[in-house]
């Protein structure tokens, strides 16, 4: 499968953005998805994800309650929805695939076998 990450820009703090990640060549209807962010010097983290079953989602702390994962297995895309943006969620967001991953793996950025190129979101305060 592929992906291609899309929807990053420049947004003043409080705004919102909307992330998708578009797969071709497979569907990710029985996948997990996931989005990872890196901020430059840092390592890449976990920021949500959703099972195969498409129901159950998983959040970072720091992002719950603001940030909303979807899918729409119609268009084989994932979305982020992201609210109430802050200055700390500026990063590279990635989106991510897997097809057998277990759920005690799915923080865990290395365990995901196919990735999206990356956009970027920069948050100004």
């Known amino acids: 499968v592929q992906l291609q990450a899309s929807g990053g820009g420049l947004v003043q703090a409080g705004g919102s953005l909307r992330l998708s990640c578009a797969a071709s060549?497979?569907?990710?209807?029985?996948?997990?998805m996931g989005w990872f962010r890196q901020a430059p010097g840092k390592e890449r983290e976990f920021v949500a994800a959703m099972w195969r079953n498409g129901v159950n989602t998983y959040y970072a702390d720091s992002v719950k309650g603001r940030f909303t994962i979807t899918r729409d297995n119609a268009k084989n895309t994932v979305y982020l929805q992201m609210a109430s943006l802050k200055p700390e969620d500026t990063a590279v967001y990635y989106c991510?695939?897997?097809?057998?991953?277990?759920?005690?793996?799915?923080?865990?950025?290395?365990?995901?076998?196919?990735w999206g190129q990356g956009t970027q979101v920069t948050v100004s305060s």
């Open positions: 060549g497979r569907t990710i209807s029985n996948s997990v």
């Open positions: 991510a695939a897997d097809y057998n991953l277990i759920l005690s793996s799915i923080r865990t950025a290395r365990m995901y076998d196919y």
